[in-house]
Protein backbone atom coordinates (compact mmCIF):
# COMPACT_ATOMS: atom_id res chain seq x y z
CA UNK A 1 0.00 0.00 0.00
CA UNK A 2 1.53 3.41 -0.80
CA UNK A 3 2.21 5.96 1.83
CA UNK A 4 -1.18 7.66 3.39
CA UNK A 5 -1.64 11.12 3.63
CA UNK A 6 -1.63 12.75 7.45
CA UNK A 7 -5.27 13.25 8.36
CA UNK A 8 -6.90 10.91 5.43
CA UNK A 9 -8.20 7.55 6.91
CA UNK A 10 -8.67 5.41 4.07
CA UNK A 11 -11.68 4.29 3.63
CA UNK A 12 -12.95 0.69 3.09
CA UNK A 13 -12.94 -0.59 -0.37
CA UNK A 14 -10.37 1.37 -2.07
CA UNK A 15 -7.16 0.39 -0.20
CA UNK A 16 -6.95 -1.75 -3.27
CA UNK A 17 -6.45 1.02 -5.37
CA UNK A 18 -2.81 2.33 -4.84
CA UNK A 19 -2.48 4.80 -7.92
CA UNK A 20 -4.11 7.36 -9.81
CA UNK A 21 -3.24 9.11 -12.53
CA UNK A 22 -5.51 12.07 -14.13
CA UNK A 23 -3.90 13.07 -17.15
CA UNK A 24 -5.17 16.65 -18.11
CA UNK A 25 -4.28 19.63 -14.89
CA UNK A 26 -7.78 21.41 -16.02
CA UNK A 27 -10.94 21.83 -14.00
CA UNK A 28 -12.35 18.85 -14.29
CA UNK A 29 -8.88 17.09 -13.95
CA UNK A 30 -8.59 19.62 -10.27
CA UNK A 31 -11.90 18.57 -9.43
CA UNK A 32 -11.22 15.26 -9.79
CA UNK A 33 -7.97 15.36 -7.35
CA UNK A 34 -10.07 17.20 -4.73
CA UNK A 35 -13.04 14.76 -4.59
CA UNK A 36 -10.73 11.97 -4.46
CA UNK A 37 -9.27 12.75 -1.28
CA UNK A 38 -12.68 14.04 -0.24
CA UNK A 39 -13.74 10.75 -0.67
CA UNK A 40 -10.93 9.49 1.56
CA UNK A 41 -8.71 8.22 -1.14
CA UNK A 42 -5.11 8.33 -0.15
CA UNK A 43 -2.54 6.61 -2.25
CA UNK A 44 -1.07 7.55 -4.59
CA UNK A 45 -2.29 10.80 -6.61
CA UNK A 46 -0.49 12.44 -9.84
CA UNK A 47 -1.95 14.98 -11.72
CA UNK A 48 -0.07 15.64 -14.91
CA UNK A 49 -0.58 18.83 -17.25
CA UNK A 50 0.94 20.45 -20.34
CA UNK A 51 0.33 23.82 -19.46
CA UNK A 52 2.54 25.85 -16.62
CA UNK A 53 0.04 26.73 -14.59
CA UNK A 54 -1.56 24.93 -12.13
CA UNK A 55 -5.21 24.57 -12.88
CA UNK A 56 -7.26 27.56 -13.27
CA UNK A 57 -10.31 29.14 -14.25
CA UNK A 58 -10.78 29.31 -17.72
CA UNK A 59 -13.98 31.86 -17.88
CA UNK A 60 -12.76 34.80 -16.91
CA UNK A 61 -10.40 34.79 -19.97
CA UNK A 62 -13.07 36.11 -22.22
CA UNK A 63 -14.19 38.23 -19.65
CA UNK A 64 -12.94 40.06 -16.58
CA UNK A 65 -8.99 39.27 -17.03
CA UNK A 66 -9.47 40.21 -20.93
CA UNK A 67 -10.88 44.02 -20.01
CA UNK A 68 -8.44 44.19 -17.49
CA UNK A 69 -10.70 43.95 -14.52
CA UNK A 70 -9.31 40.61 -12.67
CA UNK A 71 -6.64 38.42 -12.61
CA UNK A 72 -7.34 34.99 -13.52
CA UNK A 73 -7.47 32.58 -10.90
CA UNK A 74 -6.11 29.24 -9.68
CA UNK A 75 -8.16 26.66 -8.41
CA UNK A 76 -5.94 26.30 -6.24
CA UNK A 77 -2.41 27.54 -5.12
CA UNK A 78 0.62 25.26 -5.38
CA UNK A 79 0.88 24.62 -1.68
CA UNK A 80 -2.66 23.07 -1.75
CA UNK A 81 -1.25 20.32 -3.91
CA UNK A 82 1.51 19.28 -1.33
CA UNK A 83 -0.26 19.45 2.01
CA UNK A 84 -2.66 16.95 -0.01
CA UNK A 85 0.08 14.79 -1.24
CA UNK A 86 -0.69 15.38 -4.97
CA UNK A 87 1.90 15.05 -7.75
CA UNK A 88 1.39 18.15 -9.45
CA UNK A 89 3.40 17.80 -12.52
CA UNK A 90 2.70 21.08 -14.67
CA UNK A 91 4.51 21.97 -18.51
CA UNK A 92 4.18 18.08 -18.56
CA UNK A 93 2.77 16.38 -21.27
CA UNK A 94 1.66 12.28 -21.40
CA UNK A 95 2.77 11.08 -24.63
CA UNK A 96 1.03 7.61 -24.60
CA UNK A 97 -0.73 5.23 -22.33
CA UNK A 98 -0.77 1.67 -22.37
CA UNK A 99 -3.89 0.43 -20.74
CA UNK A 100 -2.45 -3.02 -20.90
CA UNK A 101 0.40 -2.93 -18.48
CA UNK A 102 -1.49 0.21 -16.52
CA UNK A 103 1.28 2.95 -17.55
CA UNK A 104 0.98 6.74 -18.58
CA UNK A 105 4.44 7.40 -20.42
CA UNK A 106 5.39 11.24 -19.99
CA UNK A 107 6.83 13.24 -22.95
CA UNK A 108 10.08 13.07 -19.92
CA UNK A 109 10.51 9.55 -20.67
CA UNK A 110 9.23 8.83 -17.27
CA UNK A 111 6.29 5.84 -16.99
CA UNK A 112 3.59 6.12 -14.28
CA UNK A 113 1.74 2.97 -13.19
CA UNK A 114 -2.05 3.41 -12.39
CA UNK A 115 -4.71 1.60 -10.79
CA UNK A 116 -7.30 4.04 -11.96
CA UNK A 117 -6.39 6.36 -14.95
CA UNK A 118 -8.18 9.77 -15.77
CA UNK A 119 -8.26 11.43 -19.08
CA UNK A 120 -9.12 15.24 -18.35
CA UNK A 121 -7.50 16.15 -21.62
CA UNK A 122 -10.25 18.61 -22.55
CA UNK A 123 -10.58 20.61 -25.89
CA UNK A 124 -8.05 22.76 -28.32
CA UNK A 125 -9.13 25.29 -30.52
CA UNK A 126 -10.66 24.63 -33.88
CA UNK A 127 -8.22 26.04 -36.66
CA UNK A 128 -9.92 26.41 -39.58
CA UNK A 129 -9.14 24.64 -43.00
CA UNK A 130 -8.32 28.42 -44.94
CA UNK A 131 -5.10 30.11 -45.42
CA UNK A 132 -3.32 32.02 -43.29
CA UNK A 133 -5.61 30.31 -40.56
CA UNK A 134 -2.46 30.09 -38.08
CA UNK A 135 -1.30 33.59 -38.14
CA UNK A 136 -4.83 34.63 -35.67
CA UNK A 137 -5.33 34.73 -32.01
CA UNK A 138 -7.00 31.60 -30.79
CA UNK A 139 -8.16 31.72 -26.94
CA UNK A 140 -8.15 28.70 -25.25
CA UNK A 141 -5.83 29.03 -22.41
CA UNK A 142 -3.90 31.91 -20.36
CA UNK A 143 -1.21 32.39 -22.81
CA UNK A 144 -3.35 32.99 -25.95
CA UNK A 145 -5.56 35.58 -23.02
CA UNK A 146 -1.98 37.32 -22.25
CA UNK A 147 -1.27 37.63 -26.00
CA UNK A 148 -4.45 38.59 -27.20
CA UNK A 149 -4.84 41.42 -24.17
CA UNK A 150 -1.68 42.84 -25.31
CA UNK A 151 -3.03 42.99 -28.76
CA UNK A 152 -6.46 44.65 -28.46
CA UNK A 153 -5.30 48.34 -28.21
CA UNK A 154 -7.75 51.18 -27.45
CA UNK A 155 -9.27 52.15 -31.50
CA UNK A 156 -7.67 49.00 -32.59
CA UNK A 157 -9.73 47.08 -34.62
CA UNK A 158 -10.81 43.57 -34.11
CA UNK A 159 -12.48 41.16 -36.06
CA UNK A 160 -14.37 37.52 -34.27
CA UNK A 161 -14.59 35.24 -37.09
CA UNK A 162 -17.17 33.27 -35.00
CA UNK A 163 -20.37 34.42 -33.69
CA UNK A 164 -20.33 32.04 -30.80
CA UNK A 165 -20.09 32.68 -27.25
CA UNK A 166 -16.28 33.22 -27.06
CA UNK A 167 -16.56 35.09 -30.32
CA UNK A 168 -19.38 37.70 -28.05
CA UNK A 169 -17.37 37.82 -25.18
CA UNK A 170 -14.27 38.27 -26.97
CA UNK A 171 -16.33 41.28 -29.19
CA UNK A 172 -17.97 42.75 -25.40
CA UNK A 173 -13.88 42.57 -23.91
CA UNK A 174 -12.94 44.40 -26.79
CA UNK A 175 -15.67 47.06 -26.72
CA UNK A 176 -14.92 47.77 -23.63
CA UNK A 177 -11.33 48.28 -24.14
CA UNK A 178 -12.05 50.75 -26.56
CA UNK A 179 -11.68 48.93 -29.27
CA UNK A 180 -13.68 48.29 -32.67
CA UNK A 181 -15.34 44.80 -33.01
CA UNK A 182 -16.54 42.95 -35.94
CA UNK A 183 -18.70 39.64 -35.79
CA UNK A 184 -18.49 37.19 -38.47
CA UNK A 185 -21.19 34.97 -38.43
CA UNK A 186 -21.74 31.83 -41.01
CA UNK A 187 -25.23 31.36 -40.23
CA UNK A 188 -28.27 33.81 -39.85
CA UNK A 189 -27.50 35.07 -36.73
CA UNK A 190 -25.16 34.61 -33.94
CA UNK A 191 -25.99 31.53 -31.29
CA UNK A 192 -29.18 31.09 -33.54
CA UNK A 193 -28.99 27.22 -32.96
CA UNK A 194 -29.31 27.59 -29.43
CA UNK A 195 -31.33 30.35 -28.33
CA UNK A 196 -33.19 30.00 -31.66
CA UNK A 197 -34.16 33.12 -33.71
CA UNK A 198 -36.14 35.76 -31.39
CA UNK A 199 -33.49 35.32 -28.65
CA UNK A 200 -30.38 35.14 -31.23
CA UNK A 201 -31.83 38.86 -32.63
CA UNK A 202 -32.10 40.26 -28.74
CA UNK A 203 -28.30 39.35 -28.26
CA UNK A 204 -27.19 40.56 -31.60
CA UNK A 205 -29.00 43.93 -31.01
CA UNK A 206 -27.49 44.29 -27.96
CA UNK A 207 -24.14 43.90 -29.25
CA UNK A 208 -24.74 46.21 -32.08
CA UNK A 209 -26.35 49.07 -29.26
CA UNK A 210 -22.89 48.78 -27.65
CA UNK A 211 -21.11 49.26 -31.40
CA UNK A 212 -20.12 45.86 -32.43
CA UNK A 213 -20.57 45.34 -36.09
CA UNK A 214 -22.50 42.04 -36.57
CA UNK A 215 -22.18 40.56 -40.44
CA UNK A 216 -24.17 37.61 -40.83
CA UNK A 217 -23.99 34.93 -43.51
CA UNK A 218 -20.26 35.81 -44.21
CA UNK A 219 -17.96 33.24 -45.25
CA UNK A 220 -14.22 33.29 -44.65
CA UNK A 221 -11.98 32.12 -47.10
CA UNK A 222 -8.52 33.00 -45.95
CA UNK A 223 -7.15 34.92 -43.08
CA UNK A 224 -4.18 37.86 -43.25
CA UNK A 225 -2.22 39.63 -40.74
CA UNK A 226 -3.90 42.81 -41.66
CA UNK A 227 -7.72 41.16 -42.83
CA UNK A 228 -10.15 38.61 -43.66
CA UNK A 229 -10.96 37.09 -46.76
CA UNK A 230 -14.51 36.88 -47.61
CA UNK A 231 -16.80 35.75 -50.40
CA UNK A 232 -16.93 39.43 -50.63
CA UNK A 233 -13.76 41.21 -49.98
CA UNK A 234 -11.84 41.41 -47.40
CA UNK A 235 -12.11 43.00 -44.02
CA UNK A 236 -9.30 45.30 -42.79
CA UNK A 237 -8.46 44.10 -39.21
CA UNK A 238 -5.56 45.22 -36.93
CA UNK A 239 -6.51 41.93 -34.85
CA UNK A 240 -7.81 38.59 -36.01
CA UNK A 241 -9.25 36.39 -33.66
CA UNK A 242 -10.66 33.11 -34.24
CA UNK A 243 -13.50 31.87 -32.38
CA UNK A 244 -14.88 28.59 -34.46
CA UNK A 245 -15.24 26.18 -31.70
CA UNK A 246 -13.13 23.13 -30.30
CA UNK A 247 -11.82 20.11 -31.00
CA UNK A 248 -12.05 17.37 -27.97
CA UNK A 249 -8.31 16.17 -26.92
CA UNK A 250 -8.59 12.67 -28.00
CA UNK A 251 -5.38 12.06 -29.60
CA UNK A 252 -3.78 9.71 -26.05
CA UNK A 253 -6.74 8.07 -26.18
CA UNK A 254 -7.06 6.85 -29.90
CA UNK A 255 -3.43 6.11 -29.87
CA UNK A 256 -4.15 3.62 -27.01
CA UNK A 257 -6.93 2.07 -28.92
CA UNK A 258 -10.01 3.33 -26.73
CA UNK A 259 -13.21 4.26 -28.61
CA UNK A 260 -13.21 7.72 -29.92
CA UNK A 261 -16.17 9.13 -31.71
CA UNK A 262 -16.13 13.23 -31.58
CA UNK A 263 -14.73 12.69 -28.40
CA UNK A 264 -14.17 9.67 -25.79
CA UNK A 265 -16.81 7.94 -25.51
CA UNK A 266 -17.82 7.04 -21.97
CA UNK A 267 -20.59 5.09 -19.84
CA UNK A 268 -22.85 6.57 -17.26
CA UNK A 269 -20.25 6.27 -14.68
CA UNK A 270 -17.51 7.90 -17.32
CA UNK A 271 -15.61 4.27 -17.94
CA UNK A 272 -13.86 4.61 -21.37
CA UNK A 273 -14.03 1.11 -23.42
CA UNK A 274 -10.24 0.46 -22.10
CA UNK A 275 -10.40 -1.50 -17.78
CA UNK A 276 -9.67 1.54 -15.71
CA UNK A 277 -9.51 4.32 -17.78
CA UNK A 278 -12.43 6.96 -16.81
CA UNK A 279 -12.80 10.63 -19.49
CA UNK A 280 -14.36 13.83 -18.15
CA UNK A 281 -14.79 17.06 -18.67
CA UNK A 282 -14.55 18.71 -22.34
CA UNK A 283 -13.03 15.18 -24.05
CA UNK A 284 -15.98 13.13 -22.89
CA UNK A 285 -19.05 12.43 -24.91
CA UNK A 286 -20.67 10.62 -21.93
CA UNK A 287 -23.95 8.60 -21.92
CA UNK A 288 -26.51 10.47 -20.15
CA UNK A 289 -29.65 9.31 -18.36
CA UNK A 290 -32.24 10.48 -20.60
CA UNK A 291 -30.36 12.48 -23.04
CA UNK A 292 -28.68 10.19 -25.09
CA UNK A 293 -24.52 10.50 -25.69
CA UNK A 294 -23.78 13.96 -24.95
CA UNK A 295 -20.12 16.13 -24.90
CA UNK A 296 -20.75 19.58 -23.06
CA UNK A 297 -18.14 22.17 -23.08
CA UNK A 298 -18.89 24.18 -19.99
CA UNK A 299 -17.23 24.74 -16.67
CA UNK A 300 -20.06 23.11 -14.98
CA UNK A 301 -19.76 19.43 -17.06
CA UNK A 302 -15.94 19.73 -16.27
CA UNK A 303 -16.68 20.54 -12.19
CA UNK A 304 -19.40 17.59 -12.06
CA UNK A 305 -18.37 15.39 -14.29
CA UNK A 306 -14.77 15.44 -12.34
CA UNK A 307 -16.38 14.87 -9.40
CA UNK A 308 -18.56 12.06 -10.59
CA UNK A 309 -15.22 10.17 -12.42
CA UNK A 310 -13.14 10.46 -8.71
CA UNK A 311 -16.27 8.91 -6.94
CA UNK A 312 -16.42 6.45 -9.76
CA UNK A 313 -12.79 5.51 -9.92
CA UNK A 314 -13.51 4.49 -6.17
CA UNK A 315 -16.48 1.91 -7.01
CA UNK A 316 -19.53 4.52 -5.92
CA UNK A 317 -22.91 4.53 -7.55
CA UNK A 318 -22.92 7.43 -9.09
CA UNK A 319 -24.31 8.04 -12.70
CA UNK A 320 -24.34 11.14 -15.00
CA UNK A 321 -28.02 12.10 -15.03
CA UNK A 322 -28.05 16.36 -14.28
CA UNK A 323 -29.32 18.13 -16.98
CA UNK A 324 -26.38 20.65 -18.85
CA UNK A 325 -25.79 24.04 -17.34
CA UNK A 326 -23.83 27.24 -18.67
CA UNK A 327 -23.44 31.04 -18.48
CA UNK A 328 -22.41 33.74 -20.12
CA UNK A 329 -21.80 37.42 -19.57
CA UNK A 330 -21.97 39.78 -22.98
CA UNK A 331 -22.78 43.33 -22.08
CA UNK A 332 -26.19 43.00 -20.00
CA UNK A 333 -26.46 39.56 -21.33
CA UNK A 334 -25.42 38.22 -18.14
CA UNK A 335 -27.47 34.59 -18.04
CA UNK A 336 -27.26 31.24 -16.44
CA UNK A 337 -29.20 28.37 -18.86
CA UNK A 338 -30.25 24.45 -17.74
CA UNK A 339 -31.65 22.00 -20.08
CA UNK A 340 -30.72 21.19 -23.69
CA UNK A 341 -33.37 23.06 -26.08
CA UNK A 342 -33.96 22.12 -29.87
CA UNK A 343 -34.72 24.98 -32.71
CA UNK A 344 -38.02 23.57 -32.54
CA UNK A 345 -38.81 24.08 -29.43
CA UNK A 346 -41.71 26.86 -28.14
CA UNK A 347 -40.09 29.74 -26.37
CA UNK A 348 -41.91 31.61 -23.55
CA UNK A 349 -40.47 34.66 -22.02
CA UNK A 350 -41.61 36.34 -18.68
CA UNK A 351 -39.95 39.25 -17.15
CA UNK A 352 -38.49 41.98 -18.46
CA UNK A 353 -36.55 41.74 -21.81
CA UNK A 354 -36.14 45.14 -23.03
CA UNK A 355 -34.61 45.73 -19.26
CA UNK A 356 -32.43 42.48 -19.81
CA UNK A 357 -34.01 41.02 -16.43
CA UNK A 358 -36.33 38.18 -17.78
CA UNK A 359 -36.92 34.42 -17.93
CA UNK A 360 -36.78 32.48 -21.23
CA UNK A 361 -38.48 28.78 -21.45
CA UNK A 362 -38.10 26.53 -24.19
CA UNK A 363 -40.92 24.29 -24.49
CA UNK A 364 -41.28 20.76 -26.39
CA UNK A 365 -44.82 19.37 -26.56
CA UNK A 366 -45.52 21.05 -23.72
CA UNK A 367 -42.49 20.12 -21.66
CA UNK A 368 -39.76 22.59 -20.42
CA UNK A 369 -36.40 21.14 -21.89
CA UNK A 370 -34.83 24.16 -20.86
CA UNK A 371 -35.01 27.47 -19.20
CA UNK A 372 -32.88 30.57 -19.08
CA UNK A 373 -32.66 33.74 -16.31
CA UNK A 374 -30.96 36.61 -17.55
CA UNK A 375 -30.30 39.75 -15.38
CA UNK A 376 -32.42 37.61 -12.38
CA UNK A 377 -30.22 35.61 -9.80
CA UNK A 378 -30.54 32.48 -7.48
CA UNK A 379 -33.50 31.01 -9.55
CA UNK A 380 -31.49 28.75 -11.39
CA UNK A 381 -32.27 25.64 -8.94
CA UNK A 382 -35.66 26.87 -9.04
CA UNK A 383 -35.68 26.42 -13.42
CA UNK A 384 -33.35 23.47 -13.05
CA UNK A 385 -36.50 21.33 -11.22
CA UNK A 386 -38.82 22.44 -13.66
CA UNK A 387 -37.32 21.06 -16.29
CA UNK A 388 -39.48 17.79 -17.39
CA UNK A 389 -42.33 19.23 -16.20
CA UNK A 390 -45.25 19.95 -17.97
CA UNK A 391 -47.26 23.49 -16.34
CA UNK A 392 -49.70 25.47 -17.90
CA UNK A 393 -47.98 28.17 -19.64
CA UNK A 394 -50.04 31.19 -18.40
CA UNK A 395 -48.43 30.12 -14.88
CA UNK A 396 -44.69 30.44 -15.53
CA UNK A 397 -43.36 33.39 -14.32
CA UNK A 398 -40.53 35.38 -13.93
CA UNK A 399 -39.66 33.76 -11.01
CA UNK A 400 -39.36 36.94 -8.80
C1 LIG B 1 -12.01 31.58 -22.93
C2 LIG B 1 -13.01 30.60 -22.40
C3 LIG B 1 -14.18 31.06 -21.80
C4 LIG B 1 -15.12 30.18 -21.31
N1 LIG B 1 -16.27 30.68 -20.75
C5 LIG B 1 -17.20 29.82 -20.29
C6 LIG B 1 -18.41 30.32 -19.71
O1 LIG B 1 -18.63 31.53 -19.63
N2 LIG B 1 -19.33 29.42 -19.26
C7 LIG B 1 -19.12 28.07 -19.33
O2 LIG B 1 -20.00 27.32 -18.91
N3 LIG B 1 -17.98 27.57 -19.87
C8 LIG B 1 -17.02 28.41 -20.34
N4 LIG B 1 -15.86 27.91 -20.90
C9 LIG B 1 -15.69 26.46 -21.02
C10 LIG B 1 -15.02 25.83 -19.79
O3 LIG B 1 -13.96 26.63 -19.37
C11 LIG B 1 -14.54 24.44 -20.17
O4 LIG B 1 -15.69 23.69 -20.45
C12 LIG B 1 -13.73 23.76 -19.08
O5 LIG B 1 -12.57 24.49 -18.82
C13 LIG B 1 -13.36 22.34 -19.50
O6 LIG B 1 -12.56 21.78 -18.52
P1 LIG B 1 -11.72 20.45 -18.82
O7 LIG B 1 -10.97 20.19 -17.55
O8 LIG B 1 -12.58 19.42 -19.39
O9 LIG B 1 -10.69 20.83 -19.98
P2 LIG B 1 -9.59 21.95 -20.08
O10 LIG B 1 -9.95 23.12 -19.24
O11 LIG B 1 -9.37 22.17 -21.53
O12 LIG B 1 -8.28 21.29 -19.46
C14 LIG B 1 -7.60 20.25 -20.07
C15 LIG B 1 -6.13 20.35 -19.75
O13 LIG B 1 -5.49 19.19 -20.19
C16 LIG B 1 -4.22 19.53 -20.73
N5 LIG B 1 -3.76 18.43 -21.60
C17 LIG B 1 -4.24 18.10 -22.84
N6 LIG B 1 -3.56 17.03 -23.31
C18 LIG B 1 -2.64 16.70 -22.39
C19 LIG B 1 -1.65 15.70 -22.30
N7 LIG B 1 -1.46 14.79 -23.28
N8 LIG B 1 -0.85 15.65 -21.19
C20 LIG B 1 -1.03 16.55 -20.20
N9 LIG B 1 -1.96 17.52 -20.22
C21 LIG B 1 -2.76 17.59 -21.29
C22 LIG B 1 -4.50 20.82 -21.43
O14 LIG B 1 -3.31 21.54 -21.65
C23 LIG B 1 -5.44 21.53 -20.44
O15 LIG B 1 -4.72 22.27 -19.50
C24 LIG B 1 -14.90 28.79 -21.42
C25 LIG B 1 -13.73 28.31 -22.02
C26 LIG B 1 -12.79 29.20 -22.52
C27 LIG B 1 -11.55 28.68 -23.19
Redesign the pocket.
Known amino acids: MADHVEGIEDVEGIGDIESIVI????????KAVETLREEGYAGTLTL????PEP?Y???Q???EFLKGDADFSLLHDEAWYAEHDVRLLTG????ALDPATGTVRLESGESLAYDRLLI????RARVPQVPGADSAYF???VTD?RRLKEAITPGSRVVLVGGG??GL?VAAAARALGAQAVVLERGELPLAGVLGPDLARYVTDLHIQHGVEVRTGVTVTGIRLDGVETGDGTIAADVVVVATGVVP?T??AEAAGISVNGGIIVDQQLRTSAPNVYA????AVARHATLGALRV??????IRQ?ELAAQAMLGRHVSYDWQP?????QFEFSMEYVGRSAPEDQVVIRGNQPGNEFIAYWLRDGTIAAGMNVGIWDVNDTLRKLIGTSPDPDTLTDLR
Request: net charge negative; glycine share 14%.
Open positions: VGAGLAGAVGSEPERPLSKTTAAATGALRDAWIEETLAGDVEHWDNAGYFFTD
